[in-house]
């Protein structure tokens, strides 16, 4: 077994037991990660250890909220949008960790979208794929709008201008969780508005419980209704000018 031992203690300390598939599967696309990262920009974390806290642990906090999405939703398996996913955080951690999720990884950079290509092949990830394309642009699309129980986007934006890229992806009863930092109060605060435009409402902000990943919250938010045809506007405005 592949030995991940600060990963291996954090997941258990969240309630998340990983097998031996899934922390070989994470010893390969932290190397895949650090190799590719020489050449394109994924990440500012390249010490081994802190790729296990800062990257895969961090992912893993949400995993306590897709089951308790998942029991309150029997019938299939989770369908999860991470949105602006770089270099596949926290959507990838979370697909290995829970292999029936149902995963669309959507990024803008056509460099990036190759690396998520390369990984989703390399680690034998059936039911993921990468999306090259902006969430402004597909949350318009059939295919996309309304389409996901689960959104969830990491170092995006702030809130008002991130729940527009993000909440047109949900379903009505869809959930977002959104990994923020020590100013997530205040960032859900400044949302208030955006939140009551799109349909939406605050469920939670809950800090991480384990010290090594202090400093993260994690944001929760429930889709009431369809959000209005009009949103996302057009690229640039959300952050241009956000609600």
Known sequence: ?????????????????????????????????????????????????????????????????LRRFREANPDNPPRLADVGAGGGFPGLPLKIAMPDLDLTLIEATGKKVAFLDAAIAALDLAGARAV????????????????????????????????EYCLPLLRPGGWGLFPKGRDAQDEAAEAANALATLHARLLAIDPAPVPELAGTAIVVVEQIKPVPPKYPRRAGLPAKRPL
Do not use: K
């Open 1 to 65: 077994m592949t030995a991940l031992p600060t990963l291996t203690r954090l997941a258990e300390a969240l309630g998340v037991a990983l097998d031996a598939t899934a922390l070989d599967r994470f010893a390969r696309y932290r190397d895949l990660l650090l190799d590719w990262n020489r050449r394109i920009n994924l990440t500012r974390v390249t010490e081994p250890t802190e790729v296990e806290i800062r990257l895969f642990a961090d992912s893993l906090l949400l995993i306590p909220y």
């Open 132 to 163: 090259h394309g902006r969430a402004e642009e597909l949350a318009h699309l059939p295919d996309y709008r309304g389409r996901f129980d689960v959104v969830t986007a990491r170092a995006v934006a702030r809130m008002p201008t991130l729940l």
